[in-house]
C-alpha cells in the first residue's frame, strides 16, 4: 500500500503570503479547501483543512492538530492537520496561521459590508434623484450664503436653466429688478417659511411661484443652508387679480367701485383723524348724460362715461381717490385739506375738465357736473355717512342753481354761504388777472438816521369794476390756498421790475423795490425767474429786493439755502419778513445770505407801552447789528413808535407815519417833491 503524497513544505513567512492571496483573491468552499492546503503545507502534513464555523464539526481524527481561527469575540472557524506526531513548536506555528488568517478574514468582512453599504447607499442617492427628477415641483437647495448647492429637472424645467448654469451662481440672479437689492432668505435658523413671491426665467419672464423654504441640515442638525420648493402659480394670481378687479373695480371706467371708495375713504379718514385734519367727500352726478345715453345709444354713453373717468382722473392728485359709483354718478375723496372751502376748488378743476366737448361717434357731446360736499367730521364720521350726505348736497345744488354745471353745494346750508363769497371772490380774481383789476401801490421806506427815503415796498390792490378796491386781507388768503398765488406773484415781479425801469429811465436815483414772495413761489426755478425778468427790462438789480416769510425758511432748509444763494448771486437783495412770528432757528439764521430783519407790525404795535413787544423788538434789533443785517420794523405810526426804534438802534421804518400805499404816479409825485433821496 502506497503512503499518501505529502504537499510541498513553505515557511511561515510563505504561507502567510499565500493566505493573504487566498483571502484576497478566493471566496466560499475554494477559500475553506486553499487555506487547508496552506496549514497541511506549513506543518508537512498529508491531511489538512479549514472547517468554517458553520459547519460545526463535532470531532477530529485521533492525534490531528486543531487550532480555531477567531479574533475579536468572532469565530470563523477552524484550521485541522493530522497524518503525523506533532510538536509544540508544530501547534505554535498553526496556531500563528490561525491569528493572521482571522486578522485577515476580519479585515475582509468589513470591507465587504462597507462595500455592500456604499453601494446601498448610491443606490438609495440614485434612487432620489430620480423622484426629484421626476416630480414637477422645483427643488433647488443653496448654501447659507445663498449660492446654489443643487437644481433638479423641475427647476431646469420651470426657470429653463440647465443645473450647469445654475449651480455655484447666488440665488439672486432668479430676483426680479425691484428685489434684486433685497437680503436672501436666511430662514436656517428660523425654521421653515412659505411665501408668494415673483422670480424671472431666462427667457426674461416675470412669473408669480409659490415659495416654501426649509433649513438643510447636517448630520448634527446644525444649519448648512435652505432647502427651495417652487411651483408655478401665475394662472392662479392672475386669476385673483381679474376677480379683484371685478369686486372693486368699475370694469367699464377701470375707477374705483362703492365698495373699494368706502374701505380707501374710511383709510384715509382715520389719517386724518390722527392728524386732527379735515377730509371732504364729492358727489358728482352728469348733466344731460342720459339725454345722450337714449338718443344715441348705450354705446355711445359708454364711452362717454370712459372719458368722463379718465378727465376726472387727470384733473385730481395722486393722492386724491375718485370712484365710479354707478351709471353717471362719480366720487371723490379729499384728505390733504387745511380748510373744508379748498373742496370748492378741486370741484371747480371737476367740472372744468368737462367744459371742452367730447368726440365720440362723429358727435360732440358736452356734459356737465353738479357737486355736492360733504365735510369731516362735522357731516359724518364714516365713508357712507359722507357719501350720503354729499349726495343730498348735489341735490340741492341741482335744484338751486341758474346753471347746474356750475352748482356746488356743501351738505351744511352756513358752509354754502361762505363757499359762494369765495367762489365769487376766486373768480373775480382769475378774471382780475387777465383783465388788469390789479394794480400796484407803492409804501416807502425811510432810514431813521438820515430820514431820507431808501426804499418802498409794493403791495398788490385789487380795484374791482363793483367793488372798488378790495382788501387784500380778502383775496390775498384766498389766493394762497387755490395756488393764484404764484399768478399773482409773478404778476407782482413784472409790474415793479417795468414801473422801476420807467422810473429808472425818468433819472431818478436807484432805490429797492421790495417784492413779496410766497412760499409757493420759492421754488428752484425762482432765480431764473428774476433772471430774466431783470434782463427783460434791462434793470440794475440793485434796484429789486424779495421779501421772504420766515416760515418759509423751514420747509427744506439746505434747499432754501441754496435757492436764497442763486438770487444773492445775482445781486438781488433778501429781506426776511415776518420775522418772529415764524420758527427758524437761530443756528440757521446765521447761514441765510439775507440784507435785512424786518420786525413784524404785531411787535411794532405795543410799542413803547408793551414791555414784551420791547423785549422782543430790542432782541430782534441787537441780534440783526451783531449779525451784520440791517433792522426794519413795518407799522411804524406814532411818534413814541420811532423813538423807541431810533434809540434801539434800528435801521428803517415803514408805515403811515412817514406813508401810506400810493399807486405809482402819486408815489412818484412824493419822491419828487417831498422824499429825499439817498444819492448812488
Same mark, same amino acid.
Given at each position: 500500500m502506497s503512503r499518501p503524497s505529502l504537499p510541498a513544505p513553505i515557511d511561515f513567512v510563505g504561507s502567510s503570503a499565500a493566505v493573504c492571496d487566498a483571502v484576497l483573491k478566493l471566496r466560499g468552499e475554494v477559500l475553506h479547501a486553499e487555506l487547508g492546503r496552506i496549514a497541511a503545507a506549513l506543518l508537512a502534513s498529508p491531511q489538512g483543512s479549514f472547517l468554517p464555523e458553520e459547519a460545526r464539526?463535532?470531532?477530529?481524527?485521533?492525534?490531528?492538530?486543531? $487550532?480555531?481561527? +477567531?479574533?475579536?469575540?468572532?469565530?470563523?472557524?477552524?484550521? $485541522?492537520?493530522?497524518?503525523?506526531?506533532?510538536?509544540?513548536?508544530?501547534?505554535?506555528?498553526?496556531e500563528g496561521l490561525a491569528g493572521l488568517s482571522a486578522t485577515l478574514l476580519q479585515v475582509h468582512t468589513l470591507a465587504q459590508r462597507t462595500t455592500h453599504a456604499y453601494a446601498q447607499v448610491e443606490a438609495q442617492l440614485a434612487h432620489q434623484s430620480q423622484i426629484l427628477d421626476q416630480i414637477h415641483e422645483s427643488v433647488l437647495t443653496t448654501d447659507r450664503m445663498g449660492y446654489i448647492t443643487s437644481w433638479n429637472k423641475g427647476a431646469e424645467r420651470l426657470f429653463g436653466y440647465s443645473a450647469l448654469e445654475a449651480v455655484g451662481r447666488h440665488i439672486l440672479f432668479l430676483y426680479v429688478d425691484e428685489d434684486e437689492d433685497a437680503p436672501f432668505d436666511a430662514f436656517a435658523e428660523q425654521g421653515g417659511r412659505m411665501m408668494e413671491v415673483r422670480r424671472r426665467k431666462k427667457s426674461g419672464e416675470v412669473f408669480w411661484a409659490s415659495l416654501s423654504l426649509s433649513p438643510l441640515c447636517d448630520l448634527e442638525d446644525r444649519p448648512t443652508g435652505l432647502i427651495a420648493y417652487l411651483t408655478d402659480i401665475t394662472e392662479r394670481k392672475l386669476a385673483e387679480e381679474r376677480l379683484h378687479h371685478l369686486a372693486y373695480y368699475q370694469e367699464l371706467t377701470g375707477l374705483p367701485n362703492r365698495t373699494l371708495f368706502g374701505r380707501l375713504v374710511d383709510q384715509g379718514l382715520a389719517v386724518a383723524q390722527r392728524n386732527e385734519g379735515t377730509a371732504c367727500v364729492l358727489y358728482l352726478d352728469l348733466n344731460r348724460f342720459k339725454l345722450v345715453n337714449g338718443t344715441l345709444g348705450r354705446r355711445v354713453g359708454d364711452e362717454l362715461l370712459r372719458q368722463v373717468g379718465e378727465r376726472f382722473r387727470g384733473a385730481l392728485r395722486d393722492e386724491d381717490v375718485i370712484a365710479h359709483l354707478a351709471g353717471d354718478e362719480f366720487a371723490v375723496g379729499l384728505f390733504d385739506l387745511r380748510q373744508h372751502f379748498e373742496a370748492t376748488t378741486v370741484a371747480q378743476k371737476l367740472?372744468? +375738465?368737462?367744459?371742452?366737448?367730447? +368726440?365720440?361717434?362723429?358727435?360732440?357731446?358736452?356734459?356737465?357736473?353738479?357737486?355736492?360736499?360733504?365735510?369731516?367730521? /362735522?357731516?359724518? /364720521?364714516? +365713508?357712507?355717512?359722507?357719501?350720503?350726505?354729499?349726495?343730498?348736497?348735489? #341735490?340741492?345744488? %341741482?335744484? %338751486?342753481? #341758474?346753471?347746474?354745471?356750475?352748482s356746488v353745494a356743501f351738505y351744511r346750508m352756513d358752509m354754502n354761504d361762505g363757499m359762494q363769497q369765495r367762489m365769487q371772490i376766486e373768480s373775480g380774481l382769475r378774471h382780475a388777472l387777465g383783465h388788469g383789476e390789479l394794480v400796484l401801490h407803492y409804501q416807502p421806506k425811510f432810514e431813521i438816521k438820515s430820514g431820507r427815503l431808501v426804499g418802498a415796498e409794493a403791495l398788490v390792490r385789487w380795484r374791482h369794476p363793483q367793488r372798488g378796491m378790495v382788501p387784500p386781507a380778502e383775496f390775498i388768503p384766498l389766493a394762497e390756498t387755490t395756488g393764484l398765488i404764484v399768478q399773482v406773484g409773478e404778476?407782482?415781479? #413784472?409790474?415793479?421790475?417795468? $414801473?422801476?425801469a420807467v422810473w429808472?429811465?425818468?433819472?431818478?436815483?436807484?432805490?429797492?423795490l421790495a417784492v413779496n414772495v410766497s412760499a409757493r413761489e420759492f421754488t428752484a426755478s425762482l432765480p431764473g425767474r428774476v433772471a430774466d425778468t431783470l434782463s427783460r427790462y434791462r434793470l440794475d438789480p440793485s434796484w429789486l429786493e424779495l421779501e421772504i416769510t420766515e416760515s418759509t425758511l423751514m420747509d427744506d432748509i439746505e434747499g432754501t439755502i441754496a435757492i436764497m444763494d442763486r438770487i444773492s448771486a445775482l445781486g438781488v437783495a433778501l429781506s426776511l419778513d415776518d420775522f418772529?412770528?415764524?420758527?427758524?432757528?437761530?443756528?440757521?439764521? %446765521?447761514?441765510?445770505?439775507?440784507?435785512?430783519? %424786518?420786525?413784524?407790525?404785531?411787535?411794532?404795535?405795543?410799542?413803547?407801552?408793551?414791555?414784551?413787544?420791547?423785549?422782543?423788538?430790542?432782541?430782534?434789533?441787537s441780534m440783526g447789528r451783531k449779525l451784520g443785517h440791517r433792522v426794519i420794523a413795518e407799522g411804524v405810526e406814532t411818534l413814541e413808535q420811532l423813538d423807541f426804534l431810533r434809540a434801539a438802534g434800528c435801521d428803517e421804518v415803514q408805515g403811515y407815519l412817514y406813508g401810506k400805499p400810493l399807486p405809482a404816479y402819486e408815489f412818484e409825485l412824493g419822491l419828487r417833491e417831498n422824499w429825499l433821496l439817498i444819492a448812488e
Open positions: 464539526p463535532t470531532g477530529a481524527p485521533p492525534g490531528a492538530l486543531v $487550532q480555531e481561527v +477567531a479574533t475579536g469575540g468572532i469565530c470563523f472557524g477552524r484550521y $485541522q492537520v493530522s497524518g503525523r506526531p506533532y510538536s509544540l513548536e508544530d501547534w505554535r506555528q498553526l367740472q372744468a +375738465a368737462l367744459a371742452a366737448p367730447f +368726440a365720440i361717434g362723429g358727435h360732440d357731446l358736452r356734459v356737465g357736473a353738479s357737486v355736492g360736499i360733504a365735510v369731516y367730521p /362735522q357731516d359724518g /364720521q364714516d +365713508a357712507e355717512t359722507l357719501l350720503r350726505m354729499a349726495d343730498i348736497a348735489m #341735490e340741492r345744488a %341741482k335744484e %338751486k342753481a #341758474e346753471n347746474p354745471d356750475h404778476w407782482v415781479l #413784472e409790474q415793479a421790475c417795468a $414801473q422801476a429808472h429811465g425818468a433819472g431818478l436815483p436807484v432805490f429797492r418772529g412770528t415764524g420758527y427758524s432757528s437761530l443756528s440757521y439764521l %446765521k447761514r441765510f445770505p439775507i440784507d435785512t430783519l %424786518k420786525i413784524d407790525r404785531s411787535f411794532t404795535n405795543g410799542l413803547p407801552s408793551d414791555s414784551s413787544d420791547c423785549a422782543i423788538a430790542g432782541t430782534i434789533i
